[in-house]
């Protein structure tokens, strides 16, 4: 449910996206998830500096680009995609920024993610001009965004995750409507405000709200479930399975048919994630059962955060080398 829920999200946001700037329309789904969480939602007990980046990377930076650059033509479902560059991204990140350990499995599945992204990038370029690139350029930024909240969730070890999930909506408003303003115009995002109940804007509205209520609330509130009674290295595989139902549904609603290199430039980028995600740790005596069925618990977005303290923190060292 979780999986048909995120990859439908791609074709919904077309849809919020042919009545809405881009920008403003990122703000605006963030604006209408921060104003009921300050006032329903405890705010997390975490470090300032791992919220801001959470809310920055994931919030404004991820969606802000995404966005941006399936309003300049990215499709839909190659966009799911070509997201899924934020996996190795979070992988390069956690051993340079945090020093976590890579091994031989999460090396080759990075380098092969980075090879099929590689390849949609040439091909896109090479099949019209550089501005065909750009839309993927900016999807890959975007994935480095999400990496990069990721990698602060993760260090902010939040005691309940999904509380995380809808405070981060605080961040994203002001910064995107300021930058709305300046590159879309006030009047542009006023007009798309007044003539939203409109019968002509009433599938962009309903793509928008499914992204608010479905992708956002009951996707995330469903998988931080999930990892918080399972072990996130059998959760986190299955948002491999996004960018199918990414790719399918486009099809289904816009009838967008991929082209044969850049489906099979897709099989290699999932094909890399999910091969280096298979990362499991190894059990011993000093590993107990109790903190084996624990390790799930606290992620956020595939994300396997540890919270322990002393000789705890120290015996889930080894689950950091695991992607977010």
């Known amino acids: 449910m979780v999986v048909v829920c995120w990859g439908v999200n791609f074709p919904a946001t077309t849809l919020g996206l042919q009545h809405f700037p881009p920008l403003f329309m990122v703000a605006v789904r963030f604006t209408l998830l921060a104003a009921p969480t300050v006032f329903l939602v405890p705010r997390p007990q975490v470090p300032l500096r791992w919220f801001l980046g959470l809310g920055i990377g994931t919030g404004t930076v991820q969606f802000g680009l ?134 002509e804007a009433l599938p962009a509205v309903l793509g928008l709200l499914y992204i608010v209520l479905v992708a956002s609330l009951l996707g995330y509130g469903l998988w931080n479930t999930l990892l918080s009674r399972n072990a996130s290295s059998v959760v986190a595989p299955f948002a491999m399975l996004v960018p199918v139902v990414g790719v399918l549904s486009a099809w289904l609603f816009f009838d967008e048919v991929p082209d044969l290199v850049e489906l099979v430039a897709g099989v290699l980028v999932v094909g890399g994630v999910l091969y280096g995600s298979r990362t499991g740790r190894p059990s011993g005596p000093s590993d107990p059962p109790a903190l084996r069925q624990a390790q799930g618990t606290g992620a956020a977005q595939g994300t396997g955060a540890a919270r322990g303290t002393g000789a705890t923190r120290a015996a889930e060292e080894p689950e950091r080398s695991l992607p977010a």
């Open 66 to 199: 995404l966005y941006v650059a399936m309003s300049v033509g990215m499709p839909s479902g190659l966009a799911s995609l070509v997201l899924q560059a934020s996996v190795p991204f979070t992988v390069l990140l956690g051993a340079v920024v945090l020093r976590e350990r890579l091994t031989a499995r999460q090396v080759v599945g990075v380098l092969v993610a980075v090879a099929g992204l590689t390849v949609i990038a040439v091909h896109r370029a090479a099949e019209g001009s550089a501005a065909a690139l750009v839309p993927v350029l900016l999807t890959v930024a975007a994935g480095l965004g999400w990496a990069v909240g990721n990698i602060c969730s993760r260090e902010a070890r939040a005691p309940k995750p999904l509380h995380l999930t809808l405070w981060m909506s605080v961040i994203p408003p002001l910064p995107l409507l300021a930058l709305s303003f300046l590159l879309e115009g006030p009047r542009r995002d006023w007009d798309s405000l007044r003539t939203a109940f409109t019968p």
